[in-house]
T-cell receptor, first 114, second 114 residues
Framework: KQEVTQIPAALSVPEGENLVLNCSFTDSAIYNLQWFRQDPGKGLTSLLLIQSSQREQTSGRLNASLDKSSGRSTLYIAASQPGDSATYLCAVQSNAGNNRKLIWGLGTSLAVNP | GAGVSQSPSNKVTEKGKDVELRCDPISGHTALYWYRQSLGQGLEFLIYFQGNSAPDKSGLPSDRFSAERTGGSVSTLTIQRTQQEDSAVYLC????????????FGSGTRLTVV
């Protein structure tokens, strides 16, 4: 059974720091891994999608890596800003079964302090 | 449409009443998912529609929950005889389907059962 774990559960940093959020998963049989951002009371915004054949994806100040064999992904945020404060969720799309559902971590709650 | 649209955004209902939640996916997306996010818990898969195939209902928590997708587009999630434990944010997502397709989420419906 696929399980996704995110560490740390919460993180508070001063503005300008570079930071790393971690995601691990137990079953390497995945189609892809996706990082999302969730702001309080709002839906989910997709940040980066890494296909199983890829090693990393970049978008602006965000870089996500994927090591499928070890079951790990990291989300790197450069030069953090107060507007980055949100919950960051990692989800893997399993290739077991037919429904291609996402298996989710519980998220990392990030606070960037001005 | 340009994004996934969900309505209503908020719903307060009395215990025992039925509710209907609506999702309008991105045009052309063949896959549609419903997830539930309860307070302090991770996202929970509910149901999956793919094209004209029979839906995967394996995540529905009880027979009070049902969902339809008419014409391969709009989906309605119905909860009968609501209970307080049904209070959660209900999120809908669509994707192009196939292997490796990323998800686009709606803003969710926050359901409160009083």
């Amino acid at each position: 059974k696929q399980e996704v774990t995110q560490i740390p559960a919460a993180l508070s940093v001063p503005e300008g720091e570079n930071l790393v959020l971690n995601c691990s998963f137990t079953d390497s049989a995945i189609y892809n891994l996706q990082w999302f951002r969730q702001d309080p009371g709002k839906g989910l915004t997709s940040l980066l999608l890494i296909q199983s054949s890829q090693r990393e994806q970049t978008s602006g100040r965000l870089n996500a890596s994927l090591d499928k064999s070890s079951g790990r992904s990291t989300l790197y945020i450069a030069a953090s800003q107060p507007g980055d404060s949100a919950t960051y969720l990692c989800a893997v799309q399993s290739n077991a079964g037919n429904n291609r559902k996402l298996i989710w971590g519980l998220g990392t709650s990030l606070a960037v302090n001005p | 449409g340009a994004g996934v649209s969900q309505s209503p955004s908020n719903k307060v209902t009395e215990k025992g009443k039925d509710v209907e939640l609506r999702c309008d996916p991105i045009s052309g997306h063949t896959a549609l998912y419903w997830y539930r996010q309860s307070l302090g818990q991770g996202l929970e898969f509910l149901i999956y529609f793919q094209g004209n195939s029979a839906p995967d209902k394996s995540g529905l928590p009880s027979d009070r929950f049902s969902a339809e997708r008419t014409g391969g587009s709009v989906s309605t999630l119905t909860i009968q005889r609501t209970q307080q434990e049904d209070s959660a944010v209900y999120l809908c997502a669509s994707s192009l389907g196939g292997e490796g397709g990323g998800y686009t989420f709606g803003s969710g419906t926050r359901l409160t059962v009083v």
